[in-house]
């Protein structure tokens, strides 16, 4: 301390620190109010509203989307699309990335170009991605010509219902399963060795060790990755506007891509706006459901 | 569960992986191999690993049936703004969310954070009329704004924080008693040390940018302000077949240069990642 300090200076240690806290945190803060948090405000009172955008009326109708909601025939197909589509991803996805951890945390010679590769998928362009597994998914396509080499006349994939839906989860999951994959290999790396040498000595084989070591000691790794997956599945959008359409039927219509129709194919903006209600109760429900659960299955937490 | 293997196990591994490798690398593969065959060849039996005969026009061509170069801009320009932007943001609250004591700041951070349970997805609707009031319909705004503010920034906020908050507090403390300001600190001190955090909030922020794809269906319908997934998929000729060579190799000009820099800087990348996921 160089100059004397005054008596009662106005401009206090704190009042600077809540100065500066406040010019920190305002752009952020200020941006998510403006284009999150209003927006949500609007979207619930859209959803109260018929809205016809060509005759331009907005006129008040209380509940009635949400009684349109429970009696479109076509809703319930769209949740156990959006339900199929989510359970088998996460379940792919956390079974494979769990494999390849395990695999690649192996002391092997260039165990890095094999991450590497397998990681890849994560940085090429989801559109792009998904337009060479549609052109690999033609009926005359590239993996039906391989099947053919075999004597196997594969499905006309993108075109039958179960099929689709299984293609479109299968491409999700290789496009992005080498980012939970990076997260479970750093998770496995955290595991203390001695864990192992002493199941050794005990004599535990090594699918006992995954069972008994690995899987608890990675519990938490699991359970966030698995909120990070299924959040990120009900988002699922690109992938299914640009490979089925939806289609066939209703077989391939999530939630979100509903929504799009409705709002932006149908113009029915109150209807729309009723479905993101209901697409932000599930992501909301799902999300704290995790946290709870979080509290009492994890092993251990830091 | 790092062993010495035996070769057997060894052999058995690598096959293994090779196998599992198929549907990760293959795509890629197929994808640059196809966009320089010609038409009549893509659907050959049995496929071609190989092209039999090269076209190289497809690339060519690419940039006669739209403004693929102008396309190219407006999706690199975007990602970089909306990177550098989220970046700023994301460190400036994460870092007062973490080290800086200011009345509200816990209930402050909580109304951020709830913009995590708010995927873009659910607000499309309002967010179109409000661009559409700002007149900003057809313009870029809407894919630089909110990215830069939604959900994917708030997941930033919060990984900065996360970040700050492990960090240790003494330096900090020495600066103070020599009398640095608050944003000198945290652009001397704490910004510097943050940098692999910040490194993996780019990477995220950046794909997250460059692979957005309801926003700009939704926003934007004039092709010169498309971005590239969009154009990617308006490659079909006058009775809407796909035209799979040049669309394959407007997919390779869109995927190589990201893959390129990925395997170039992978080490960063994987270990960046790593490291906010646990973290985050």
Redesign the interface.
């Known amino acids: ?1 160089t100059t004397p300090p005054r008596p009662h200076p106005f401009w206090t240690i ?1 009042r ?3 100065v ?3 010019t ?2 305002a ?3 200020i ?10 405000g ?2 619930f009172w ?1 959803s109260l509203h018929e809205w016809n955008v060509l005759a331009n009326t907005f006129t008040f109708k209380g509940a009635a989307n949400y009684q349109h909601l429970l009696n479109d025939p076509a809703l319930p197909q769209v949740l156990v699309a959006s339900a199929i589509f989510s359970a088998c991803l996460v379940v792919l996805n956390m079974t494979l990335a769990i494999l ?1 951890a ?2 690649l ?4 010679r260039g165990i ?1 170009v ?16 998904t ?3 549609g ?2 998914l ?1 009926n ?3 993996i039906n ?2 099947l ?2 075999f004597g196997i006349t594969g499905p006309n994939w993108l075109r039958n219902s179960t099929t689709a839906m299984i293609s479109v989860v ?1 491409v999700q999951v ?1 496009k992005n399963v ?2 939970n994959m ?2 479970f ?4 790396q ?1 595991v203390p ?1 001695e864990l ?1 040498e002493a199941a050794r000595v005990d004599g535990a084989s ?1 699918f006992k ?2 069972r008994r070591i ?1 899987l608890p000691m990675i519990s938490p ?1 699991i359970l ?2 698995s909120i990070i997956t299924i ?1 990120g599945s ?2 699922v ?2 992938q299914i ?2 490979l089925t359409q939806g289609g066939p039927g209703f077989s391939t219509t999530v939630l ?1 891509y509903y ?2 129709q409705q ?2 194919q149908f113009h029915f ?1 109150g209807y ?2 009723t479905l ?2 209901l ?2 109760v599930i ?2 429900i799902l ?1 704290f459901a995790q946290w709870q659960l979080r509290k009492r299955i994890v092993f251990y937490e830091n | 569960m790092k062993t010495d293997l035996s070769p057997t196990i060894k052999t058995a591994l690598y096959g293994l992986m090779c196998v599992l490798l198929i549907p990760f690398v293959f795509p890629t593969w197929w994808m640059i191999t196809s966009s320089v065959k010609p038409i009549s060849d893509i659907f050959a039996f049995p496929p071609d690993l190989w092209p039999r005969r090269f076209d190289f026009t497809t690339y060519g061509k690419v940039f006669e049936l739209q403004p693929f170069a102008q396309q190219y801009w407006n999706s690199a320009y975007i990602a970089a703004i909306v990177t550098v932007g989220t970046m700023a943001f994301s460190s400036m609250a994460g870092y007062a969310f973490a080290r800086i004591k200011f009345p509200g700041a816990d209930f402050l951070f909580t109304i951020v954070l709830l913009g995590l349970l708010i995927p873009s997805e659910v607000t499309i609707v309002p967010l179109f009329q409000i661009f559409l009031k700002w007149g900003m319909i057809n313009t870029h705004w809407p894919l630089i704004l909110v990215p830069i503010f939604g959900a994917p920034s708030v997941f930033a906020t919060f990984v900065m924080r996360q970040f700050f908050i492990a960090l240790p507090g003494e330096l900090e403390e020495a600066a103070r008693v020599d009398g640095l300001g608050r944003f000198k600190i945290f652009w001397i001190i704490a910004l510097p040390l943050a940098k692999p955090a910040l490194g993996a909030v780019a990477i995220f922020t950046f794909l997250h940018s460059w692979n957005l794809y309801l926003e700009p269906i939704v926003f934007i319908s004039a092709k010169n302000m498309f971005t590239l997934p969009q154009a990617l998929t308006q490659f079909t000729d006058a009775y809407g077949g796909a035209m799979w060579n040049i669309q394959m190799a407007a997919a390779t000009m869109t995927a190589l240069p990201v893959l390129l820099v990925f395997i170039v800087a992978q080490k960063q990348f994987v270990e960046g990642l790593a490291h906010t996921g646990l973290k985050g």
Not at chain 1, 31 to 40: E, R, S
Not at chain 1, 105 to 108: H, I, S
């Open positions: 301390m704190e600077r620190d809540a500066a806290g406040y920190f945190i752009p952020q803060l941006g998510t109010i403006v284009f999150v948090l209003i927006p949500l609007l979207v859209y390849l395990v695999l945390d192996q002391k092997l890095t094999f991450r590497t590769l397998f990681f890849s998928p994560v940085v090429v362009s989801l559109v792009a991605w337009i060479v597994w052109f690999l033609q005359n396509g590239g010509g391989f053919q080499m299968v290789f080498g980012l990076i997260l290999l750093a998770a496995l955290g060795k192992y090594p060790q995954f690995t790794t966030l990755t959040v009900l988002q959008f690109a506007a640009v979100v929504l799009y709002a932006f903006f729309g706006s993101s209600i697409l932000f992501v909301a999300t």
